[in-house]
């Protein structure tokens, strides 16, 4: 029985001559002459070795086997492949002693060898360990060591990749990362190269540690290779974005750069390793982008000069370059917002320029030449609108221009977009007159431009307009604009169309909110209850039945008098206000009047009418009788109230009897501006000289004399007498700081009232806080001045509804309810 | 009927492991015999046979033979069982020779019906049905094939931490905190012939040839075979088997070999155990620990 146990015992096992039956077979393997060989008696082999418990020796025996074979024949196989082109690489002295294709060939038969030892020492290790499994799984198990695998193919990076190619030399790690640097530059500089040979000893690399342990960021791709590869990759694109900034345009450039990263991407997946992707593409954005973008933005074929030509597609390529190393585009941005800016300016001061401009030398010649006396004459008005116009025109392309930029060459990028606005609104907002220009445009359009215009053209001028008035930080000033403006093209009936008009207050009503136009709508309002109360009245009177043929028709518009601006029409002539309501009418007119007031008074019992009769108008007909060829001829003429005034009294007195002004004055108690401005178009102007005046002249000076026109010539029947000043220009800088003033005052108002608002809710409130507060409730309506709000405050706490609060840490305010 | 397509499964093996139709190797133990197999049944499930067949490495895999010239002939052949039916199922030499045994085996089925509970603590594992109904002598072996393919399988799916607990497996483990060095009574399952040593041998087949499955197959099988024959003859001969071609870090067959020399001390008397444990150091040690343990908590 014992002798049957011997076999089991592993006595009859002889490690040495095992081994060398194993050594053998392993020289055929490596000699890539295994076919003949069994597995089955490899493997017993082994196995019984390690039954045998001498796992350890059979470990190292063959550890040693694979660095012998891999000193000796794989090391010399690979170094006989650095040829004379390849040996200069790693000093540093020169490439240049051979060419490019001879070290290109070179490095390929290298890089050639190199990969096939290492795929025939993996595939000759995969045997191994299949002969060797039961040592892996018993010895290396239970006695913590690496595989056999492991184990061999740090024998490779020992033996081979990190020895010295010959003594006192640099390792074969490090020329293979200079022949591989090497071919990558000839790739960049256009040449072929073999990429499947480069990848496949970077699968080498990735897949060897630099130690046994096998730590994952320890593999010599990341430890050995990739940071030169990364070092002079920075260098490269360092001088290669130097370069191009000298000697190519932007455009050019941006091509380049966005090139140079997809090449650099491709070569990752095709080259090298994908780990490497992000890497490099951080090294050649931090050359050709970050570090350069300031000076190619300011380059003389810059961001400038594509704004300047509409580049839009080369734009697009800085946009796309800086967006990809900052999400910001902080640089892009920048510099389109100086260019905004200075655009904008020199619109600002083209409208000031023209608005400023002394009249043009023809119009000073046109018309008596005594235009000196008038500054301020319509001439120069007129230049002044046509400023305000243009202004808003050029601040209207300025935004198409920038946004059109914005959606073909920024993508609609939203950051670049809210700077661009930013932009747009401080230039805006930087022109004193803004909001004034803006009304006077949405007047101009209402009075002519959409006069022929399709629907889907007066939407897209609507739009505009409120595009720029969105802009505005003042609102408030712009709605003291625009209801003086409306105001006059209502009562005048200078709108093209009513329902133009309600879409505009409507869109305003969405993009400013219900307070900002509820003024505006109460406007309306009056006007439709005009309409109805005239026609009412007409019913009225034709019930009365006196049908009095020479009886004058009347059509009256009410105006609640805190929603209209009715000083629009006041001009400078504020300090004869209450002359007005002393006007002496006609008879005729007078009847008229009294009849309606009474009309008016059983319908609303307890109003009183105020009637603003600098603001009215009316028809005449007229008898001339040598108008027509010096036949008698019957006009209409067209007047203002007063002028009509004025034309009644000649009525009743004899052809050749003539008034003088002051006469004149007494018999209708018109305010003496007025009543010159009237004078003057009935006597003065050419066309509606339906009076004489003596002496001729064309001021209406005290103790003129005035007479009937019996020689009064025209060919036309219908005569409008032209009513100064009557349209809506730019204001003169006295109206002009009266509006401002008042705009003042009610913005105080509007400042306390916010006070109160927030002091009434909050109790108490520091003051800090409710400064803040205050500017953000006022703010869709207007930017407070701090100042302003401080002395409101002080005004609140004398009138007793704030008071201080004495033992605060900071400085706060208490509501007196 | 979930089990169907199972079921078809397993026949279509079986038929496959008995006509051997389209195999594409041949395996030959010792003696020469010939095993026809198939490279899809057995490369998937041992990576020796898959790395001795890899294509173009070695001359097994060129020639289509793989011999085992040291491996027994029955190994060979139970080896190829396990593979194509998860179970394998010695030849009883014993049935043959006496027929007492035949007597016995009736008393077995007695003891199976009585003793369910005890079948319970042991048999689970690999299958009861698969030991029982391959033990019957009388058994036709095709005729239950089907039974025991479905309950083996059944068994193996299960995932193998659940037995210790669930079944209390026969293992030193679970019985040592009692302090009771008190041995198992023999198991119903056990078959008449020991086989202990060649279910050593499977074992280490397992070990071998890196068949995870085998090995706890034949280490229960050989654990249900010691119940009932720790008196064997075979002891010393499984004894040597498991200490030599088992690795020392392997350690649940030396466990069982020191837990039946731990039960009954009398075996230390026979010539051939004192042999054995004077010529393993490993088995002389192990028995000393126990001792030790076992003085330790009876002091306790």
Redesign the interface.
């Known amino acids: 029985?014992?002798n049957?146990?011997k076999g089991?015992?592993?006595a009859d096992v002889d490690f040495e001559t095992t081994w060398k039956v194993l050594e053998t077979a392993f020289k055929e393997i490596h000699t890539k002459n295994?076919?003949?060989?069994?597995?089955?008696e490899l493997?017993?082999n082994a196995?019984k070795i390690?039954?045998k418990k001498k796992g350890e020796e059979l470990y190292n025996n063959v550890a040693q086997f694979e660095a012998n074979w891999l000193s000796g024949e794989v090391r010399n196989r690979v170094v006989k492949q650095l040829t004379a082109p390849l040996l200069l690489l790693t000093d540093g002295t020169g490439r240049s002693l051979a060419t490019s294709a001879e070290r290109r060939v070179a490095g390929e038969s290298f890089l050639r060898a190199l990969k096939e030892s290492w795929e025939d020492h993996q595939v000759c290790m995969g045997?191994l360990t299949?002969?060797l499994?039961?040592m892996d799984?018993?010895y290396c198990?239970?006695h913590r060591q690496p595989s056999i695998f492991a184990k061999a193919m740090g024998l490779f990076r020992d033996q081979i990749l990190r020895s010295p190619v010959r003594p006192e030399s640099p390792d074969l790690i490090e020329v293979l990362t200079s022949i591989v640097l090497d071919q990558i530059q000839m790739h960049r500089d256009g040449e072929r190269i073999n990429s499947h040979l480069i990848k496949s000893n970077v699968y080498m690399l990735e897949g060897l540690y630099e130690s046994d342990q096998e730590v994952e960021d320890a593999k010599l791709y990341l430890r050995l290779f990739e940071p030169y590869f990364l070092q002079t990759s920075a260098m490269f694109y360092r001088e290669e974005g130097e370069r191009l900034l000298k000697e190519s345009d932007a455009g050019t450039y941006c091509k380049e750069a966005k090139r140079r990263i997809e090449e650099e991407s491709d070569r990752c997946r095709s080259t090298l390793s994908e780990s490497t992707t992000v890497k490099i593409q951080r090294v050649v954005e931090d050359e050709l982008i970050r570090h350069k973008m300031k000076g190619l933005i300011e380059m003389d074929s810059g961001v400038q000069y594509m704004v300047d030509n509409d580049k839009l597609y080369e734009l697009g390529l800085v946009f796309e370059l800086e967006a990809r190393v900052d999400a910001r585009k902080t640089e892009l941005t920048k510099a389109m917002q100086k260019i905004i800016n200075e655009m904008g300016t020199e619109i600002n001061n083209a409208a000031i320029n023209t608005s400023q401009a002394p009249p043009t030398a023809p119009s000073a010649q046109d018309e008596h030449g005594d235009d000196r006396q008038k500054p301020g004459g319509t001439r120069q008005i007129n230049q002044q609108t046509v400023a305000a116009l243009k202004w808003v025109e050029n601040v209207l392309a300025l935004k198409t221009r920038f946004d059109n930029i914005w959606k073909t060459a920024f993508a609609s990028d939203q950051t670049v977009h809210t700077a661009l606005e930013r932009s747009m609104g401080e230039i805006i907002n930087a022109f004193s007159r803004g909001s004034e220009y803006i009304s006077l445009f949405i007047d101009e359009n209402m009075k002519k431009g959409i006069r022929d215009k399709t629907e889907a053209e007066i939407d897209a001028t609507l739009e505009q307009a409120i595009t720029t008035v969105r802009y505005l930080q003042d609102k408030d000033i712009f709605e003291t604009y625009y209801k003086k403006h409306l105001c006059k093209r209502l009562l005048l009936k200078k709108s093209q169309s009513i329902d133009v008009e309600k879409q505009m207050i409507s869109r305003m009503k969405l993009e400013l909110g219900n307070s900002f136009t509820l003024k505006l709508e109460a406007m309306f309002k009056d006007m439709t209850l005009s309409e109805e109360l005239t026609s009412g009245y007409r019913k009225h009177v034709a019930q009365l039945g006196d049908a009095d043929p020479k009886r004058v028709d009347l059509s009256v518009s009410v105006l609640t008098s805190m929603t209209w601006p009715l000083e629009a029409f006041r001009g400078a002539s504020e300090d004869e206000r209450e002359g007005r309501s002393n006007i002496i009418f006609a008879a005729s007119i007078e009847r008229i009047k009294a009849g309606f007031e009474q009309f008016y008074s059983k319908k609303h019992s307890g109003r009183k009418l105020t009637w603003q009769t600098n603001m009215g108008d009316a028809d005449v007909k007229a008898h001339f009788p040598r108008s027509k060829n010096g036949r008698p001829m019957t006009h209409d003429i067209n007047c203002s109230t007063y002028a009509m005034l004025i034309l009644l009294l000649f009525n009743s007195l004899p052809s050749t009897t003539s008034l003088t002004l002051e006469e004149i004055q007494a018999k209708t108690n018109i305010p003496e501006n007025d009543l010159k401005r009237n004078l003057q178009s009935l006597a003065v102007a050419p066309k509606t000289r339906f009076l004489v005046k003596e002496p001729m002249s064309r001021e209406i000076n005290a103790g003129d004399r005035f007479s009937y026109n019996e020689n009064f010539s025209s060919k036309i029947i219908k005569i409008k007498v032209g009513v100064v000043s009557a349209g809506n220009k730019v204001e003169g800088d006295r109206e002009r700081k009266e509006t401002e003033k008042k705009n003042n005052d009610s913005r105080g108002f509007a400042i306390e009232a916010a006070v109160v608002r927030i002091m009434k809710q909050r109790k108490s409130l520091p003051h800090a806080q409710l400064l803040t507060e205050t500017i953000s409730q006022l703010s869709t309506q207007f930017k407070p001045d701090v100042n302003m709000i401080k002395k409101k405050i002080e005004s609140l706490i004398e009138r007793e509804y704030l008071e201080r609060i004495e033992e605060a840490a900071v400085p706060s305010y208490k509501y007196l309810a | 009927m979930g089990d169907k397509p199972r079921t078809e499964l397993f026949n279509a093996l079986q038929s496959l492991y008995q006509s051997r139709d389209y195999s594409d190797l041949v395996i030959f133990a010792r003696d020469g015999t010939r095993h026809p197999v198939h490279r899809a049944i057995v490369c998937p499930r041992s990576p020796w046979f898959s790395s001795a067949v890899q294509v173009g490495h070695w001359r097994e895999g060129n020639e289509g033979h793989v011999a085992l010239p040291d491996e027994e002939p029955e190994v060979v052949r139970l080896l190829v069982e396990y593979l194509y039916l998860l179970d394998y199922e010695p030849v009883e030499v014993a049935a043959t020779e006496d027929n007492t045994s035949r007597g016995d085996s009736s008393s077995d089925a007695d003891r199976r019906s009585t003793q369910s509970s005890q079948a319970g603590q042991y048999g689970q594992v690999y299958g009861t049905s698969a030991v029982s109904a391959f033990g019957g002598p009388q058994s036709p072996f095709s005729q239950i094939f089907r039974t025991r393919t479905e309950s083996a399988l059944t068994v193996h799916a299960l995932p193998s931490g659940d037995f210790h607990g669930t079944f209390g497996r026969p293992s030193t483990r679970t019985r040592r905190p009692n302090g009771n060095n008190v041995a198992p009574e023999p198991s119903p399952l056990a078959t008449n012939a020991p086989c202990l040593a060649l279910h050593a041998r499977m074992y280490t087949a397992g070990q071998k040839y890196g068949i995870e499955g085998l090995k706890k197959l034949a280490l229960d099988k050989f654990k249900i075979q010691l119940t009932r024959h720790w008196d064997s003859e075979e002891l010393a001969e499984a004894i040597h088997v498991v200490y030599n071609t088992t690795p020392a870090s392997d350690k649940e067959m030396r466990e069982a070999v020191a837990d039946v020399l731990d039960w009954h001390g009398r075996l230390l008397d026979k010539p051939e155990i004192e042999i054995a444990i004077m010529e393993i150091n490993g088995l002389a040690y192990e028995l000393l620990k126990r001792s030790r343990r076992a003085e330790t908590e009876y002091m306790g």
């Open positions: 029985m014992g049957r146990f089991l015992n592993g295994a076919s003949a060989l069994s597995f089955e493997y017993r196995y390690v039954l045997m299949d002969v499994m039961y799984r018993v198990t239970d």
